[in-house]
């Protein structure tokens, strides 16, 4: 017992597993591939007018205007209690998907999905606030990989529920509900830090994240959900040092924290080559998270569920191994990324651009497919590249 007081107390690894175990339910989701069909199908029997015009726009618009709110209260909260918020959020995501109905009831689902997406970086923010940074390599390897894991599994099975046990969609969707509140219950056990990025500096001596790792996370795909790896480029630069008061003034607390975000944000971005590079990180991330929006609408119109086998969970499954492929052979590569960056840049965009053409202008779901395959992986490998 003494042993397990003193693990859970002052080891990286306790709540390294609890992120993780929380990581991997929350993105097992295998219903998630197979949402379109289930709204357009007889348990929600809505028109895929109302799905792309109506519906699927809210997530994109709550989560915009929720994104900013939310990485100021996370650090101000310390991380936990916005992961309980995310558990929330994902519960009455799914609550809504099994038994509301009508055009509303599943706007608002997307809007609480919109509040999952954009609480996102309190996952990837909340490890480094917890453990040492000489462990901030290993756990971000961790963090990252058990998503992939459960993004493939998630798909694997969905897949193989719908064509080998004819599972319907909303028991897909039940077991989704279930596989996130097991998540929120990690969430409870998860130790609470004691301090964070900007609003609770303990020691300015200690290198921690800055706030380009913590924006970059916010730019992950759904499945997949994040490129933490910038984080060893902000743990070189780590915060500049300031001098910490005894009892700092309640009414100039806020304004300093204010002042000290517009510093680093000037510091990160007075480097052209940074400044270039999150544009292109921020215009790219956009473009993918609409064609993730939008995609199985698109597969829907090629070959309606309706009257079609639909292979949405292998298509998501293959394109994750393929991400994971591509991000792991750029850290084998020997390649000079400051010489060579922009010219993959360039050869990588265009293959990306080539794959949308053909997904919109092929009448044949197999060459979507493929299309989509291409899209994924070449965005996974310039994402990479990228941090």
Not at 45 to 73: D, G, H, K, M, R
Request: charged share 15%.
């Amino acid at each position: 017992m003494d042993c397990w007081k003193r693990a859970t107390g002052h080891s990286w690894i306790y709540p390294t597993l609890i992120i993780c175990a929380n990581g991997f339910f929350s993105t097992m989701r295998p219903s998630e591939p197979f949402l379109t069909p289930y709204l357009t199908g007889p348990e929600k029997n809505l028109t895929i007018e109302e799905v792309t015009n109506q519906i699927f726009p809210v997530w994109t618009y709550s989560y915009l205007a929720l994104l900013f709110p939310v990485f100021l209260i996370t650090d101000y909260v310390r991380y936990k209690p916005v992961l309980l918020l995310q558990g929330v959020s994902f519960i009455v995501t799914w609550l809504l998907l099994l038994f509301a109905h009508g055009v509303v009831a599943m706007q608002v689902v997307e809007f609480f999905y919109g509040m999952v997406t954009a609480t996102e970086v309190a996952y990837y923010a909340y490890i480094y606030s917890v453990v040492s940074t000489d462990h901030y390599q290993r756990v971000t390897s961790y963090c990252r990989s058990i998503t992939l894991v459960a993004a493939t599994v998630a798909a694997v099975l969905g897949q193989l529920l719908v064509s080998l046990a004819d599972v319907s969609y909303f028991h897909l969707n039940a077991i989704t509900l279930a596989s996130v509140s097991l998540a929120f219950v990690c969430s409870f056990f998860l130790p609470m830090p004691q301090k964070s990025m900007f609003f609770h500096r303990k020691d300015v001596t200690e290198t921690l994240p800055g706030p380009d790792q913590v924006v970059a996370t916010v730019g992950s795909d759904r499945p997949s959900r994040c490129q933490e790896d910038k984080s060893s480029v902000c743990a070189d630069r780590g915060p500049a040092p300031e001098p910490q008061a005894d009892d700092p003034k309640p009414q100039n607390h806020m304004l300093s924290v204010l002042v000290q975000l517009s510093k680093d944000l000037r510091d990160c971005y007075s480097s052209r080559k940074l400044l270039y590079w999150s544009l292109w990180w921020a215009l790219a991330t956009a473009g993918f998270n609409q064609v993730l929006n939008y995609i199985q609408v698109l597969w829907d119109f090629r070959a309606p569920s309706h009257s079609s086998a639909v292979y949405n969970g292998a298509v998501e499954a293959i394109a994750t191994i393929l991400g994971s492929a591509t991000s792991m052979a750029v850290g084998y590569v020997k390649v000079n990324w400051d010489l060579s960056g922009e010219l993959a840049l360039g050869i990588f965009s265009a293959m990306d651009a080539g794959s949308l053409f053909l997904m919109r202008f092929t009448d044949n779901i197999w060459a979507c497919y493929a299309g989509y395959l291409v899209f994924k992986a070449c965005y996974m490998l310039l994402i990479t590249i990228a941090t």
